[in-house]
């Protein structure tokens, strides 16, 4: 089974920036759709990014864009999630997910494996 391992997470100050990481294992990384989605209490999971296969495709919900940016590294078997210009909004938990399929999608039921989360928490 495929394992998402989330990193990165913490405490920082509204204008500053993090970078979160999410390394998998037991697949074909390479094969996988990769995405970001975000929980914040109570409310329920939204999407955040979503990159292909090559990487040389990505969709971003319009409240991060010009701000954050998703990336892939397959040889590490790793997407990154870099956020700047954070804002106290940006504040919850953040979750990698993967999708074993070849159109990009923005719905948390079309991904197949998904990781523990990392909290991002935006002070003002």
């Known amino acids: 089974q495929v394992q998402l391992v989330e990193s990165g997470g913490g405490l920082v100050q509204a204008g500053g920036s993090l970078r979160l990481s999410c390394t998998a294992s037991?697949?074909?990384?390479?094969?996988?759709?990769m995405g970001w989605f975000r929980q914040a209490p109570g409310t329920e999971r939204d999407f955040v990014a979503v990159?292909?296969?090559?990487?040389?495709?990505?969709y971003y919900t319009d409240s991060v864009k010009g701000r954050f940016t998703i990336s892939r590294d397959n040889a590490k078997n790793t997407v990154y999630l870099q956020m700047n210009s954070l804002k106290p909004g940006d504040t919850a938990v953040y979750y990698c997910?993967?999708?074993?399929?070849?159109?990009?999608?923005?719905?948390?039921?079309?991904?197949?494996?998904w990781g523990q989360g990392t909290q991002v928490t935006v002070s003002s």
């Open positions: 997910a993967a999708r074993d399929g070849i159109i990009i999608a923005r719905q948390s039921h079309e991904y197949d494996y």
């Open positions: 037991g697949g074909t990384f390479s094969r996988y759709i």
């Open positions: 990159i292909n296969w090559s990487g040389d495709r990505t």
